[in-house]
T-cell receptor, first 113, second 114 residues
C-alpha cells in the first residue's frame, strides 16, 4: 500500500542534542512538508519542499533543518537551537496540483528528557 | 491574505444527534477548502474537499460540508453522530499562490456522549 512512514513513533532528546525524524513516502509525490502540532494551536509549517534538492522555510523554521536528496525522503533535524522541541511532528506529501489534499503520516512525538 | 477560523474549540453531542462543526475562511481568490479528522496520536485523514465544483460536498463516514461564498463559510455536518466520530477536526484552506501551502484552523475537538 502506498503511504507515508514516519519513524520513530516516539523520540526522546537530551538537552543539547540534535535529533533527526524520518519521513519516507512511496506515493511518488513531488512535494513534502513538515508540521509541528501543539495543543490548541493547530498545525504550523516548519519546512516544505516542492522538488528534490530544493526546500523553503515555513512559519517556524528556527531551530530546524531539512534535506531533500531523494524524492521519497524528507528528514527533519531538530537542533539544540530549538529551545522548546516537545511537540507532535507530522510529515505530509502532495502530488502536483495545489487543489489536491495533502497526505499525512502518523507522526512522531518528541519529548525532552 | 488567506486565513481560516474554527469557531468552536470543543463540541459535545449525544450519539445519534446531528453534528455541526463551524469553519469560516478568508481568501482573496476562489479557495480550495478541506476538512480533516485526527484521532489521538495519529496523522490527519481527509474527510472531504471543495475545489470550486459542487457547493455541497460529500465525504467519508457520512460527513458533508457546504461551501457558502456569501458567508465565507465551510461548515462540516453529519446527520447522526457515532461514538467513533469522537476526534479532532481541522478545517484547511490552500494558499492561492505559486507555492503549495496550506493554512490550518486550530481544530475542534468533538466529544460524543453515549
Amino acid at each position: 500500500d502506498g503511504g507515508i512512514t514516519q519513524s520513530p513513533k516516539y523520540l526522546f532528546r537530551k538537552e543539547g542534542q540534535n535529533v533527526t525524524l524520518s519521513c519516507e513516502q512511496n506515493l511518488n509525490h513531488d512535494a513534502m512538508y513538515w508540521y509541528r502540532q501543539d495543543p490548541g494551536q493547530g498545525l504550523r509549517l516548519i519546512y516544505y519542499s516542492q522538488i528534490v534538492n530544493d526546500f523553503q522555510k515555513g512559519d517556524i523554521a528556527e531551530g530546524y533543518s531539512v534535506s531533500r536528496e531523494k524524492k521519497e525522503s524528507f528528514p527533519l533535524t531538530v537542533t539544540s537551537a530549538q529551545k522548546n522541541p516537545t511537540a507532535f511532528y507530522l510529515c505530509a506529501s502532495l502530488q502536483g496540483s495545489g487543489n489536491q489534499p495533502q497526505h499525512f503520516g502518523d507522526g512522531t512525538r518528541l519529548s525532552i528528557l | 491574505a488567506q486565513s481560516v477560523t474554527q469557531l468552536d474549540s470543543h463540541v459535545s453531542v449525544s450519539e445519534g444527534t446531528p453534528v455541526l462543526l463551524r469553519c469560516n475562511y478568508s481568501s482573496s481568490y476562489s479557495p480550495s477548502l478541506f476538512w480533516y479528522v485526527q484521532h489521538p496520536n495519529k496523522g490527519l485523514q481527509l474527510l472531504l474537499k471543495y475545489t470550486s465544483a459542487a457547493t455541497l460536498v460529500k465525504g467519508i463516514n457520512g460527513f458533508e460540508a457546504e461551501f457558502k461564498k456569501s458567508e465565507t463559510s465551510f461548515h462540516l455536518t453529519k446527520p447522526s453522530a457515532h461514538m467513533s466520530d469522537a476526534a479532532e477536526y481541522f478545517c484547511v484552506v490552500r494558499i492561492t499562490s505559486g507555492t503549495y501551502k496550506y493554512i490550518f484552523g486550530t481544530g475542534t475537538r468533538l466529544k460524543v456522549l453515549a
